[in-house]
């Protein structure tokens, strides 16, 4: 790979760049990190492939983060406060990249410690070499189990609920009013296929019925035959456990041939990518992690209220928030915490602070709490539901701000 240029953000308004080849460095290169006058977070974030729109949307809250932090004059360290420098580089959303570009982070650019890509795949492929050189990493968008099920020692997942603890809430939600079959599509990775056997799980567990379970090869453009047996087995709720943009594809594919589900779920349905097209978003079910109407009792951090309304001001013609903006926020503000809980930046004292501080510190999506792996155990999903005039939180009951609208309106209904 050629060298290219890439930016140094210290609360600065900037541009991604592109990855650079790590070079062989010593392990004991890093002791020369602790005497500098910053911090220095390294992490990568996709300009181009399907996670591209995800990434960059938690990348703009993190670019909040920082200048919130940089403003007050950085995190407390070592007796004062340091700024935060934070070193972007570009995955592509290429899991094969990944690698090389942490290792470059660590070897090249000396940081201190790593924010995760998105998501879980390519953070899994960044674990792998955090953990060999003994870098802390604070994943923000990490769901899969199965990364916290590897051994890895450093890695902390400090704003995503788990994709174990997901489907509980919209199943119920389906029971709740009335519906009795789930069907599930996937892509074929890791995240996805883990997230529709849970659905899976979670239905025979309140005693609902599987109607069908697809799954397609990563690329696939054409799904109307899944589609098609899905609405055959007689699906109350059809749950897509895959990217935007082929959710975008089967939404046309339903509408062009008709087929119509009381009920659709996926983590995607308030993206911005979604919202845009229209009627024919109205009625998907979504996850979401913050709503100004849900209050939690923050103790770090903007709640949910202040944190939208700092968003709108940053950003004033920018895409809407969705949920990936919001996890990226509540990773960086644990991780600022974290860093200041922490007697210096090794790994192990990092990891010993993330463990002090769960239960304690309660941010903008709930109560941050994690086990001895890292995984999170405290965070709990909300389900939105799109309407005409913006959207409801619909489960748990116990926050609903309004009853689901079931079954949503055929393609024939909407005109």
């Known amino acids: 790979m050629k ?6 953000l210290s609360g600065r308004a900037g541009v991604l760049a592109a990855a650079a080849s790590a ?4 392990l004991t290169e890093r002791a020369t990190a602790q005497a500098r006058s910053s911090i220095r977070i390294g992490m990568s974030i996709s300009s181009t492939g399907p ?8 990348g703009r809250a993190i670019k909040m983060w920082l200048d919130d932090i940089n403003r007050q004059g950085g995190l407390l360290q070592r007796g004062g406060r340091l700024p935060v420098e934070l070193l972007i580089r570009d995955d592509r959303s290429d899991k094969q990249l990944v690698p090389r570009v942490y290792e470059s982070l660590i070897n090249d650019d000396k940081v201190d410690l790593v924010l995760g890509p ?3 795949t390519l953070t899994a492929a960044a674990a792998a070499v955090t953990e060999r050189y003994g870098i802390f990493m604070m994943g923000w968008a990490v769901a899969a189990d199965t990364v916290f099920q590897q051994g890895y020692r ?3 997942n400090g704003g995503t609920t788990p994709i174990s603890r997901v489907p509980d809430v919209p199943v119920q939600a389906l029971k709740d009013v009335g519906g009795r079959v789930v069907s599930t599509i996937a892509v074929d990775e890791p995240y996805s296929e883990a997230l529709a056997g849970l659905i899976k799980i979670a239905a025979e567990k309140r005693g609902l019925r599987i109607g069908t379970m697809e799954k397609y090869q990563r690329g696939a453009r054409d799904f109307t035959i899944s589609l098609q047996k899905a609405a055959a087995a007689g699906t109350d709720l059809l749950c897509i456990t895959s990217y935007d943009s082929d959710m975008i594809a089967m939404l046309r594919q339903m509408k062009e041939n008709d087929i119509n589900f009381p009920a659709i779920f996926s983590g995607f349905s308030q993206n911005s990518s979604i919202l845009a097209l229209g009627a024919d978003a109205i009625g998907l079910w979504g996850q979401f992690n913050i709503d100004p109407r849900v209050h939690y009792p923050v103790t770090r951090g903007a709640d949910a209220a202040a944190f939208l309304k700092a968003y709108r001001t940053t950003y004033p013609s920018g895409p809407d928030p969705d949920i ?4 990226a926020y509540a990773g960086t503000t644990v991780l600022g915490a974290v860093i200041e809980q922490a007697a210096d930046l090794s ?21 941050y709490a994690i ?11 909300l389900v939105l539901q799109n309407t005409a005039g913006g959207r409801d939180v619909i489960a748990p009951a116990s926050v609903a701000t309004a009853k689901p609208r079931y079954p949503m309106l055929t393609w024939a209904e909407r005109g």
């Open 3 to 8: 060298r290219r240029q890439f930016l140094t």
């Open 23 to 26: 070079a062989p460095a010593l």
């Open 51 to 58: 996670f591209a729109h995800d990434a960059q949307s938690g």
């Open 118 to 120: 998105y998501g879980s």
């Open 154 to 156: 450093f890695i902390v």
């Open 324 to 327: 990936n903006t919001a996890v």
């Open 347 to 367: 790994a192990a004292a990092l990891k010993r602070a993330a463990l002090d501080l769960s239960g304690k510190l309660t941010v903008l999506s709930g109560t």
């Open 371 to 381: 086990d001895e792996t890292g995984q999170q155990t405290g965070f709990d999903i």
